[in-house]
């Protein structure tokens, strides 16, 4: 019993798609055009943006060291505040 092959004679795994290949062609374009438009979006903006308008509200905490951090203290520097929770893992 011969196998049945269909169209053009070819297995089913070595006939041609032309809907894959316009699928891909249009996800290639589709990923170009993205890119481009993140590209040039930005570009009548100069400058960094500002996303913390609001100044933090004043507070003081206890450093590893045992003395104490008022953020007054150190106004109009770049401070970072690092947190964990030791109960944790």
Not at 51 to 56: D, L, N, S, T
């Amino acid at each position: 019993m011969a196998r049945k092959k269909g169209k053009g004679g070819r297995p089913w795994w070595r006939r041609r798609r032309p809907q894959r290949r316009l699928a891909l062609a249009a996800s290639l374009a589709l990923a170009i055009g993205i890119f481009v438009w993140l590209m040039v979006r930005g570009g009548g903006e100069s400058g960094p943006k500002e996303y913390f308008v609001e100044p933090a509200p004043p507070f003081t905490l206890p450093t590893v060291a045992g003395e104490e951090f008022s953020l007054t203290d150190h106004l109009g520097e770049h401070s970072i505040l690092l947190y964990f929770n030791e109960g944790m893992g």
